[in-house]
T-cell receptor, first 113, second 115 residues
Framework: AQSVTQPDIHITVSEGASLELRCNYS??????LFWYVQSPGQGLQLLLK??????LVQGIKGFEAEFKRSQSSFNLRKPSVHWSDAAEYFC???????????FGKGTRLSVIA | GAVVSQHPSWVICKSGTSVKIECRSL??????MFWYRQFPKQSLMLMAT?????????EQGVEKDKFLINHASLTLSTLTVTSAHPEDSSFYIC???????????FGPGTRLTVL
Protein backbone atom coordinates (compact mmCIF):
# COMPACT_ATOMS: atom_id res chain seq x y z
CA ALA A 1 0.00 0.00 0.00
CA GLN A 2 1.09 3.55 -0.67
CA SER A 3 2.15 5.23 2.54
CA VAL A 4 4.16 7.98 4.14
CA THR A 5 6.12 7.30 7.31
CA GLN A 6 7.55 9.71 9.82
CA PRO A 7 9.75 7.65 12.16
CA ASP A 8 10.17 10.31 14.84
CA ILE A 9 7.18 11.16 17.02
CA HIS A 10 8.88 13.90 19.01
CA ILE A 11 12.13 15.80 18.53
CA THR A 12 13.67 18.40 20.79
CA VAL A 13 16.34 20.77 19.55
CA SER A 14 18.05 23.80 20.98
CA GLU A 15 17.32 27.18 19.51
CA GLY A 16 19.92 27.93 16.85
CA ALA A 17 20.72 24.29 16.23
CA SER A 18 20.10 22.56 12.93
CA LEU A 19 17.07 20.39 12.34
CA GLU A 20 16.25 17.39 10.21
CA LEU A 21 12.84 15.72 10.23
CA ARG A 22 12.59 12.38 8.52
CA CYS A 23 9.99 11.22 6.03
CA ASN A 24 9.91 8.02 4.03
CA TYR A 25 7.45 7.08 1.35
CA SER A 26 6.39 3.95 -0.45
CA UNK A 27 5.11 4.65 -3.92
CA UNK A 28 5.78 3.01 -7.22
CA UNK A 29 6.12 6.11 -9.35
CA UNK A 30 7.67 9.46 -8.52
CA UNK A 31 5.41 10.81 -5.84
CA UNK A 32 4.09 14.24 -5.11
CA LEU A 33 5.42 15.03 -1.66
CA PHE A 34 4.59 17.81 0.75
CA TRP A 35 5.60 19.12 4.13
CA TYR A 36 3.02 20.94 6.22
CA VAL A 37 3.32 22.61 9.62
CA GLN A 38 0.55 22.87 12.18
CA SER A 39 0.62 25.12 15.23
CA PRO A 40 -1.63 24.14 18.15
CA GLY A 41 -5.30 24.62 17.33
CA GLN A 42 -4.54 25.78 13.82
CA GLY A 43 -4.90 24.44 10.32
CA LEU A 44 -2.04 23.23 8.18
CA GLN A 45 0.35 25.55 6.40
CA LEU A 46 2.27 24.36 3.38
CA LEU A 47 6.02 24.61 3.86
CA LEU A 48 7.16 23.16 0.55
CA LYS A 49 6.38 20.59 -2.08
CA UNK A 50 8.12 18.34 -4.56
CA UNK A 51 6.65 17.24 -7.86
CA UNK A 52 9.64 16.72 -10.14
CA UNK A 53 12.87 18.34 -11.24
CA UNK A 54 15.45 19.65 -8.79
CA UNK A 55 15.54 17.29 -5.84
CA LEU A 56 16.42 20.04 -3.35
CA VAL A 57 13.33 22.11 -2.68
CA GLN A 58 13.27 25.44 -0.92
CA GLY A 59 10.27 26.41 1.14
CA ILE A 60 9.03 29.14 3.39
CA LYS A 61 10.45 30.09 6.79
CA GLY A 62 13.94 28.92 5.83
CA PHE A 63 13.02 25.26 5.40
CA GLU A 64 14.26 23.00 2.65
CA ALA A 65 13.76 19.34 1.79
CA GLU A 66 15.66 16.89 -0.36
CA PHE A 67 14.04 14.14 -2.36
CA LYS A 68 16.19 11.01 -2.48
CA ARG A 69 14.74 8.27 -4.61
CA SER A 70 17.43 5.77 -3.62
CA GLN A 71 16.41 6.12 0.02
CA SER A 72 12.70 6.74 -0.58
CA SER A 73 13.05 9.79 1.61
CA PHE A 74 12.00 13.42 1.65
CA ASN A 75 13.60 14.84 4.79
CA LEU A 76 12.92 18.36 5.97
CA ARG A 77 15.82 20.50 7.12
CA LYS A 78 16.51 23.89 8.60
CA PRO A 79 20.00 25.15 9.40
CA SER A 80 19.06 27.19 12.46
CA VAL A 81 15.87 26.61 14.41
CA HIS A 82 13.92 29.43 16.04
CA TRP A 83 11.64 29.08 19.04
CA SER A 84 8.69 29.91 16.81
CA ASP A 85 9.34 26.74 14.80
CA ALA A 86 7.94 24.63 17.64
CA ALA A 87 4.92 22.90 16.09
CA GLU A 88 3.71 19.66 14.58
CA TYR A 89 5.15 18.77 11.19
CA PHE A 90 3.44 16.49 8.72
CA CYS A 91 4.84 14.85 5.64
CA UNK A 92 2.21 13.96 3.06
CA UNK A 93 1.94 12.49 -0.37
CA UNK A 94 -1.00 11.67 -2.60
CA UNK A 95 -0.89 8.89 -5.15
CA UNK A 96 -1.57 11.48 -7.83
CA UNK A 97 -2.35 15.14 -8.14
CA UNK A 98 -5.99 15.64 -7.20
CA UNK A 99 -6.55 12.86 -4.70
CA UNK A 100 -6.66 12.97 -0.91
CA UNK A 101 -3.42 13.46 0.90
CA UNK A 102 -1.90 10.54 2.77
CA PHE A 103 -0.35 11.87 5.94
CA GLY A 104 2.43 10.62 8.08
CA LYS A 105 1.70 10.47 11.79
CA GLY A 106 3.50 13.74 12.34
CA THR A 107 6.59 14.81 14.25
CA ARG A 108 6.26 17.20 17.15
CA LEU A 109 9.11 19.65 17.35
CA SER A 110 10.03 21.23 20.66
CA VAL A 111 12.60 24.02 20.82
CA ILE A 112 14.51 24.71 24.00
CA ALA A 113 16.59 27.72 24.91
CA GLY B 1 -1.26 31.41 -2.17
CA ALA B 2 -4.79 30.12 -2.27
CA VAL B 3 -6.93 30.70 0.81
CA VAL B 4 -9.45 28.35 2.37
CA SER B 5 -11.69 29.48 5.20
CA GLN B 6 -13.81 27.56 7.66
CA HIS B 7 -16.72 28.68 9.74
CA PRO B 8 -17.17 28.50 12.61
CA SER B 9 -13.69 28.23 14.06
CA TRP B 10 -15.09 26.62 17.18
CA VAL B 11 -18.49 25.44 18.32
CA ILE B 12 -19.92 23.95 21.48
CA CYS B 13 -23.21 22.12 21.27
CA LYS B 14 -25.43 19.86 23.30
CA SER B 15 -25.59 16.15 22.63
CA GLY B 16 -28.25 15.33 20.06
CA THR B 17 -28.08 18.60 18.15
CA SER B 18 -26.74 19.10 14.63
CA VAL B 19 -23.83 21.29 13.68
CA LYS B 20 -22.96 22.65 10.25
CA ILE B 21 -19.38 23.51 9.30
CA GLU B 22 -18.61 25.51 6.18
CA CYS B 23 -15.51 25.30 4.05
CA ARG B 24 -14.93 27.99 1.45
CA SER B 25 -12.27 28.53 -1.15
CA LEU B 26 -11.91 32.30 -1.19
CA UNK B 27 -9.89 33.01 -4.29
CA UNK B 28 -10.15 29.89 -6.41
CA UNK B 29 -12.63 27.30 -7.54
CA UNK B 30 -12.51 23.77 -6.23
CA UNK B 31 -14.45 20.94 -7.79
CA UNK B 32 -13.18 18.71 -5.01
CA MET B 33 -12.78 19.36 -1.32
CA PHE B 34 -11.64 16.99 1.40
CA TRP B 35 -12.80 16.69 4.98
CA TYR B 36 -10.45 15.44 7.66
CA ARG B 37 -10.85 14.79 11.36
CA GLN B 38 -8.02 15.14 13.82
CA PHE B 39 -8.04 13.91 17.40
CA PRO B 40 -5.63 15.39 19.95
CA LYS B 41 -2.00 14.55 19.29
CA GLN B 42 -2.90 12.51 16.24
CA SER B 43 -2.56 12.90 12.52
CA LEU B 44 -5.32 13.86 10.14
CA MET B 45 -7.72 11.15 9.07
CA LEU B 46 -9.62 11.55 5.83
CA MET B 47 -13.37 11.36 6.35
CA ALA B 48 -14.76 12.05 2.91
CA THR B 49 -14.23 13.59 -0.48
CA UNK B 50 -16.70 16.27 -1.43
CA UNK B 51 -17.47 16.60 -5.15
CA UNK B 52 -19.25 19.62 -6.58
CA UNK B 53 -22.60 18.63 -8.02
CA UNK B 54 -22.46 14.99 -6.99
CA UNK B 55 -22.51 12.77 -3.93
CA UNK B 56 -19.62 12.72 -1.54
CA UNK B 57 -17.36 9.71 -1.24
CA UNK B 58 -16.91 8.49 2.32
CA GLU B 59 -14.00 6.59 3.78
CA GLN B 60 -14.57 3.21 5.31
CA GLY B 61 -16.01 3.46 8.78
CA VAL B 62 -17.42 6.98 8.34
CA GLU B 63 -21.21 7.09 8.65
CA LYS B 64 -22.58 9.00 5.69
CA ASP B 65 -25.93 9.54 7.40
CA LYS B 66 -24.24 11.10 10.37
CA PHE B 67 -21.75 13.27 8.52
CA LEU B 68 -23.72 14.92 5.74
CA ILE B 69 -21.65 16.62 3.07
CA ASN B 70 -22.96 19.05 0.51
CA HIS B 71 -20.84 20.67 -2.20
CA ALA B 72 -23.34 23.06 -3.72
CA SER B 73 -20.95 25.37 -5.53
CA LEU B 74 -17.37 25.53 -6.72
CA THR B 75 -16.36 27.50 -3.64
CA LEU B 76 -18.39 25.98 -0.81
CA SER B 77 -18.64 22.61 0.86
CA THR B 78 -20.51 21.98 4.10
CA LEU B 79 -20.19 19.22 6.65
CA THR B 80 -23.16 18.67 8.94
CA VAL B 81 -22.68 16.53 12.01
CA THR B 82 -26.14 15.23 12.77
CA SER B 83 -27.25 14.19 16.24
CA ALA B 84 -23.83 14.95 17.61
CA HIS B 85 -22.48 13.01 20.57
CA PRO B 86 -19.46 13.61 22.80
CA GLU B 87 -17.39 11.12 20.81
CA ASP B 88 -17.81 13.40 17.78
CA SER B 89 -15.82 16.09 19.56
CA SER B 90 -12.78 16.68 17.43
CA PHE B 91 -10.95 19.11 15.18
CA TYR B 92 -12.42 19.12 11.69
CA ILE B 93 -10.29 20.42 8.82
CA CYS B 94 -11.12 20.85 5.17
CA UNK B 95 -8.76 21.16 2.25
CA UNK B 96 -9.10 21.96 -1.42
CA UNK B 97 -6.87 21.88 -4.48
CA UNK B 98 -7.55 24.58 -7.05
CA UNK B 99 -9.23 23.07 -10.10
CA UNK B 100 -6.50 21.49 -12.17
CA UNK B 101 -3.92 22.11 -9.46
CA UNK B 102 -1.84 19.67 -7.46
CA UNK B 103 -1.43 21.42 -4.13
CA UNK B 104 -4.05 21.24 -1.39
CA UNK B 105 -4.72 24.23 0.77
CA PHE B 106 -6.14 23.77 4.21
CA GLY B 107 -8.71 25.67 6.17
CA PRO B 108 -7.89 26.78 9.72
CA GLY B 109 -10.03 24.04 11.21
CA THR B 110 -13.17 23.89 13.36
CA ARG B 111 -13.02 22.74 16.94
CA LEU B 112 -16.24 20.89 17.82
CA THR B 113 -17.05 20.15 21.43
CA VAL B 114 -20.19 18.17 22.17
CA LEU B 115 -21.39 18.30 25.75
Amino acid sequence: AQSVTQPDIHITVSEGASLELRCNYSYGATPYLFWYVQSPGQGLQLLLKYFSGDTLVQGIKGFEAEFKRSQSSFNLRKPSVHWSDAAEYFCAGPPSGNTPLVFGKGTRLSVIA
Amino acid sequence: GAVVSQHPSWVICKSGTSVKIECRSLDFQATTMFWYRQFPKQSLMLMATSNEGSKATYEQGVEKDKFLINHASLTLSTLTVTSAHPEDSSFYICSAPPAGGDTQYFGPGTRLTVL
